[in-house]
């Protein structure tokens, strides 16, 4: 059925060709993008240039912009990385060979290149990638942002199939791994949150913010004792104004001692204010 | 224009001005460049060191001190989204972020006598997880805000943007106690810049993107949320993509920035807008009646870079009363930055807008400088003063047939400013949308959202039509001729809360025109309309209710896959035995597949498509069409052979020559050349005699071949009345290629 050829081999007419050029040189291909705008905006290295620009350039065909996007998936910005995943994803051949390149090298030794791999599989969605994915959520000799990576990408896929790695991610001995896993944790449907209850007083403040959220929504009693002395002693404000949010959704009335101390005597007013919210629905 | 936008503007040239009775202005102050601004809809950029400033007098010389929120200790890392002053000019509510790790949530700064902060803000603390944003007040004490977070829960993933990446924000509102949470039925994609109108409606910007239709529009609600009513931006009324940031200036006039959907920093120029026209001495106010004057015509209205000295506007406000008045002309608090505001030349330059305040007169299009710190946007320019409150709305009543359910109708189907309908319509297809978040980057080759089948309402002898669905979905209405094909698609889609009622007196009715519904007068309310109401687990693979007075031969499925429904009609009946991809394939002296050529012209590379009917057992991996290493799409072969080249491929630098044409329009069955072939028998009533084909006594293809013809095509047959309801519906819901059932997850 297919039946591809390159009419250039076939030395097309010359008066075609120019015509041809003559018409591609004016036309804006895409939706609104074309190849110089891409490399104009790659090589402005602004995110917002470069994210609007692929954005606008879903749709083009343009062999040329493949080799320039792939090489932004290296980019240390990591919204330049998923936008230009996210337009590979547009374009199934190229995102087929680039899923098999980012296996391998979540298989290999670069830590940087794997954390990239992860953050573009995370991007691509699909559920081939959930095996070594899970695989690198194991990988101890890895720097923890790369299992942070990682965790990350599983949650993007949402899949049940990565689930057990996730709860093993809340585990890990890195702070944004663990916190990755609760983001992850939380993109998953049907779940009642019960595996983040003990991660209410971690050592990391990202993950008691990310838990206090997570305690909220969940109305994790199981978390309440740590949220309690969050609440009071934490020395990040989000992360007290987030656990005194998150007592007043879980709703036991034991916590209103906390929450009134909170609500007269923490430094930060916006503390106080969701302290006293929360004080309104237990009662 | 180019003069006067560089001459300074002393204390003395506003002291007879149109801001001379003015004591302060607040101005929000963010640190540039605000990154991850995006297109015209976005709401989460986020940079450190945003401020509430007062301004005092509001001239060049006026005395800018901080207002809010600096000096309170845990808003070191703030950055300010947009805020709103209070009727009485006693409070600001304002939408904050205290760092990169945190979402957008509401504050409320109480002011003092002077118009100073009386203390350190409060937080609502609605809810951390998710960003609260472009918060407004409205009557009642309450606050109108904008959301990520979904009216139907926290398990349900929000709508995502056009791109599909984008988590969309909807409509919310809450007492300024922190109390009374509501949340609005969703759009499919993100709704934008509340404001209130004197009317006591929630104007606002949304996207609407269906199809060919991609473009921001000017849309007003009620605070319960109830009787959504287009305002601006459709039926062509707009001379740009989006419109957005609206502000009333009197009943029936608004300014409006308008520009590309992206590229602009969220700036446009500035459209002074009518809503509606002196008719017979009666004023009327429709989407059609309104009309528009362009305030600054050197303004790009796309998103090409704006020319030195021209500039953009990223914020335009009123002021009240006689003062802001010049003749019909009006003086305008506006937020301008010189230079292209173009995001992709600002960026290759490493420079960044600067917007400063400047007092606009639209008479003569001059610009007095106010204010200007050069370090920051000094955006969003609103007077300190009391302002008089809108009339408070009355909650929308109940519907009367259900707490739990929409009632959604039309009280005579056949009227629409749009002009008549092209046939009788004897029913109403109610489809529910969805998008990337539930799975899929794409929905076909014609781009349209993901939708499903929700029902067929029967339209009654007096044309009227009714249903009750799922409260806080989008959808869109078609209504169908007795052959169950779309007569009109309904280009947007619209929600109900859950109780709440969208009958309409047509399509596109005007806004200023009363809708008289009587319960036992109009049929279709006469009795309780039929019930689509379904449980999420099962949304969308239920089994399909029809009324009992309306049967129809339905396929069973509401959500259309086209590998599963489609291809599966394809294959039994045995269409793939002719239509098999090969080009020289003759059946009784015509050929069976015609061929598509498609070249691209960057790289002369050429692909032909044979038509070809047969399952692919792997999607995209042997069908996908590809020029050089890339890939176009990956559907089946079957879906290009009928679907054909619907993406604009003249704008992908593509060129189609060939002989095989479209067969199945999106959205419109009617015109598409498959109809012929299916020739659908009449399903409603229900009768499959040759007469009753949609073209009476014309044959239904391949039954127009010898009987041999067909034996040795493995018994070719026409589909059954079942199997044409599938390309019929697949066709009308915009030629989707993915279904729910796709998901292999049992509901949504």
């Not at chain 2, 007098?57 to 207002?67: E, I, K, M, Q, R």
């Not at chain 2, 396929?555 to 009609?569: E, P």
Request: hydrophobic letters at 40%; one cysteine or more.
């Amino acid at each position: 059925m297919r039946n591809v050829m390159n009419l250039k081999k076939l030395a097309v007419a010359a008066l075609l060709g120019v015509m041809v050029i003559g018409l591609a040189g004016t036309a804006e291909a895409g939706r609104g993008s074309n190849y110089s705008a891409i490399m104009s905006a790659i090589n402005s290295r602004n995110a917002d240039s470069i994210i609007n620009e692929l954005e606008r350039a879903e749709k083009l065909i343009c062999t040329r912009c493949i080799d320039p996007v792939i090489r932004l998936l290296d980019n240390e910005d990591y919204r330049i990385r998923e936008v230009a995943a996210w337009w590979i994803t547009r374009r199934p051949v190229t995102k087929r060979i680039v899923a098999k390149t980012a296996e391998a090298r979540l298989r290999g030794t670069d830590p940087r290149l794997a954390r990239n791999a992860a953050d573009t599989l995370g991007t691509f969605q699909h559920p081939d990638a959930i095996p070594v994915l899970v695989e690198t959520v194991g990988r101890s000799d890895f720097p923890s942002y790369v299992r942070a990576s990682a965790l990350q990408a599983l949650g993007r896929i949402g899949s049940i199939h990565g689930e057990a790695a996730i709860i093993a991610g809340l585990s890990d001995t890195g702070g944004d791994a663990r916190m990755a896993a609760v983001e992850a944790y939380m993109r998953l449907r049907g779940r009642d949150g019960a595996p983040l209850a003990t991660l209410a007083g971690d050592s990391d403040a990202g993950v008691r913010l990310r838990v206090a959220q997570a305690a909220g929504r969940y109305r994790l009693e199981g978390a309440r004792a740590g949220l309690e002395q969050v609440l009071l002693t934490d020395a990040d404000p989000m992360v007290r104004r987030n656990a005194a949010w998150a007592l007043g959704k879980i709703g036991n009335a034991a916590s209103r001692t906390v929450l009134e101390q909170a609500a007269a005597n923490d430094d930060i007013s916006y503390v106080r204010s969701a302290a006293n919210l929360s004080l309104r629905s237990i009662r | 224009l180019a003069i006067l936008g560089t001459v300074a503007c002393g204390k003395d040239e506003t002291a007879d001005g149109p801001l001379k009775d003015v004591s302060a202005l607040v101005i929000l102050q963010r640190t540039p460049p605000v990154g991850g601004m995006g297109d015209v809809l976005q709401y989460t950029a986020y940079q450190p060191g945003g401020r509430l400033t007062r301004l005092s007098p509001p001239s060049a010389d006026g005395v800018a001190t901080t207002l809010c929120c600096s000096q309170f200790p845990g808003f070191e890392q703030l950055d300010i989204n947009s805020y709103d002053i209070a009727f009485d000019a006693k409070s600001i509510v304002f939408a904050g972020r205290l760092s990169a790790s945190d979402n957008y949530s509401l504050y409320i700064l109480t002011l003092n006598d002077l118009g100073e902060a009386a203390g350190p803000p409060t937080n609502l603390a609605i809810d951390p997880n998710y960003h609260f944003v472009q918060p407004i007040f409205v009557p009642g004490q309450r606050i109108v805000f904008m959301t990520n977070k979904n009216v139907e829960g926290d398990d349900v993933p929000q709508f995502k943007d056009e791109y599909e990446r984008g988590e969309t924000s909807q409509l919310g509102s809450i007492s300024v106690m922190g109390t009374g949470l509501e949340f609005a039925p969703r759009n499919l994609s993100h709704r934008v810049n509340p404001t209130m109108m004197a009317s006591g409606q929630v104007l606002f910007a949304e996207w609407r993107h269906l199809g060919d239709n991609n473009s921001a529009q000017l849309t007003a609600v009620n605070p319960d949320f109830s009787q959504t009513r287009e305002i601006f931006g459709r039926e062509g009324s707009s001379p740009c993509n989006s419109v957005f940031k609206a502000r009333e200036v009197d009943p029936g006039r608004l300014v409006a920035l308008c520009s590309s959907r992206d590229r602009t920093i969220q700036a446009g120029k500035i459209l002074d807008i009518s809503l509606g026209q002196m008719i017979g001495g009666v004023y009327h106010q429709s989407e059609a009646l309104s009309s528009f004057r362009d305030l600054t015509p050197l303004v790009p209205g796309g998103r090409e870079p704006s020319d030195p000295n021209v500039g953009r506007y990223y914020n335009v406000a009123p002021i009240p009363g006689d003062a802001g008045k010049n003749g019909d002309d009006l003086f305008l608090l506006v937020s301008w930055a010189n230079g292209p505001v173009e995001d992709e030349t600002l960026g290759a330059a490493g420079l960044y807008a600067d917007f400063g305040i400047f007092l606009f007169d639209s008479r003569t299009g001059s610009r007095l400088p106010i204010f200007n710190d050069p370090d920051m946007w000094d955006v969003d320019p609103r007077i300190l003063a009391p302002r008089p409150a809108p009339q408070a709305i009355e909650p929308s009543a109940p519907n009367g047939f259900s707490d739990q359910l929409a009632l959604v109708g039309g009280l005579t189907v056949s009227r629409s400013s749009l002009g008549a309908l092209p046939g009788e319509a004897v029913g109403v297809n109610i489809l529910e949308g969805f998008s990337g978040e539930e799975g899929f980057m794409e929905f076909g080759l014609d781009e349209h959202e993901g939708s499903k089948y929700i029902g067929t309402a029967r339209v009654m002898s007096d044309n009227s039509w009714a249903a009750l669905i799922n409260g806080n979905i989008p959808f869109h209405v078609q209504p169908i001729d007795a052959w169950g094909v779309s007569l009109r698609n309904e280009d947007i889609w619209q929600a109900v809360g859950p109780g709440d009622s969208a009958v309409c007196g047509g399509c596109h009715e005007a806004r200023d025109e009363a809708q008289v519904i009587q319960p036992g007068v109009v049929q279709a309310l006469a009795q309780r309309p039929v019930d689509f109401g379904e449980a999420r687990a099962t949304r969308g693979l239920g089994p399909v209710v029809t009324p009992g007075d309306f049967p129809l031969p339905e396929t069973g499925s509401k959500s259309y896959s086209w590998n599963t429904d489609l291809q599966g009609a394809l294959d039994a009946a045995k269409c793939g035995t002719c239509h098999n991809g090969d080009p020289a394939k003759m059946v009784e002296g015509k050929r069976a597949n015609r061929q598509l050529i498609f070249t691209e012209m960057a790289t002369m590379t050429q692909f032909t498509y044979t038509f070809d009917l047969r399952r692919s057992d792997g999607v995209g991996e042997d069908y996908g069409y590809t020029f050089g290493d890339e890939f176009i799409q990956t559907y089946s072969a079957s879906h290009l052979g009928l679907i054909g080249y619907a993406m604009d491929l003249g704008e992908m630098g593509i060129e189609l020559s060939g002989d095989l044409p479209r067969l199945m329009l999106a959205t419109n069955m009617r015109e598409s050349p498959l109809l012929r072939y299916i020739n659908p028998s009449k399903l409603y009533p229900y009768d499959t005699s040759p007469g009753a084909r949609r073209f009476p006594n014309m044959p239904q293809h391949p039954m127009e071949f010898s009987a041999d013809t067909l034996a040795a095509h493995d018994n070719a047959r026409a589909l059954t009345p079942q199997e044409a309801l599938i390309f019929i519906r697949i066709a009308d819901a915009g030629n989707q290629f993915y279904g729910l059932r796709d998901r292999g997850v049992a509901g949504y």
